[in-house]
C-alpha cells in the first residue's frame, strides 16, 4: 500500500515563496512518474508539475513555468514543489501523485495525497 503525504501548504503574501513537500511510503515507485495537480472548489482539477522518478525529466503546465520547480529526493522518497513569484490565481488545494503515466494529458493517477491548501492574497 502506497501512501501518499503533503506538507507545506499555506497562507502567503503575492510575489512570496512556498515549498511543498509530497513524501511517499511503502514503495519507492521507480518506475512511476510523481506530480502535482491543484483543484480551486467549482473547477476541475489541473496539472501543475511533474517529474520522472528515475530519469529526473520535468513537465509544467505553461501557467507555471519559470516561477515553479519540481525536484525529487531520491534517498528521501519526497517531491519537492517550489513556488515562487505566486499569484493569488495560484491559490487551490495542491495534491501530489503518482502513476505511471502521469502527465498534463490526464488528471488520472494511481496514487493520491490528501491535498494541501495554498491561499495567496494580494
Known amino acids: 500500500q502506497v501512501q501518499l503525504v503533503e506538507s507545506g501548504g499555506g497562507l502567503v503574501q503575492a510575489g512570496g515563496s512556498l515549498r511543498l513537500s509530497c513524501a511517499a511510503s511503502?514503495?519507492?515507485?521507480?518506475?512511476?512518474?510523481r506530480g502535482w495537480f491543484r483543484q480551486v472548489p467549482g473547477k476541475e482539477r489541473e496539472f501543475v508539475a511533474a517529474?520522472?522518478?528515475?530519469?529526473?525529466?520535468?513537465d509544467y503546465a505553461d501557467s507555471v513555468k519559470g516561477r515553479f520547480t519540481i525536484s525529487r529526493d531520491i534517498a528521501k522518497n519526497t517531491v519537492y514543489l517550489q513556488m515562487n513569484s505566486l499569484k493569488p490565481e495560484d491559490t487551490a488545494v495542491y495534491y501530489c501523485?503518482?502513476?505511471?503515466?502521469?502527465?498534463?494529458?490526464?488528471?488520472?493517477?494511481?496514487?493520491w495525497g490528501q491535498g494541501t491548501q495554498v491561499t495567496v492574497f494580494s
Open positions: 501523485a503518482a502513476a505511471t503515466n502521469l502527465g498534463r494529458w490526464s488528471t488520472a493517477a494511481t496514487y
Open positions: 511503502g514503495r519507492t515507485l521507480s518506475s512511476y512518474t
Open positions: 517529474i520522472n522518478w528515475s530519469a529526473g525529466t520535468t
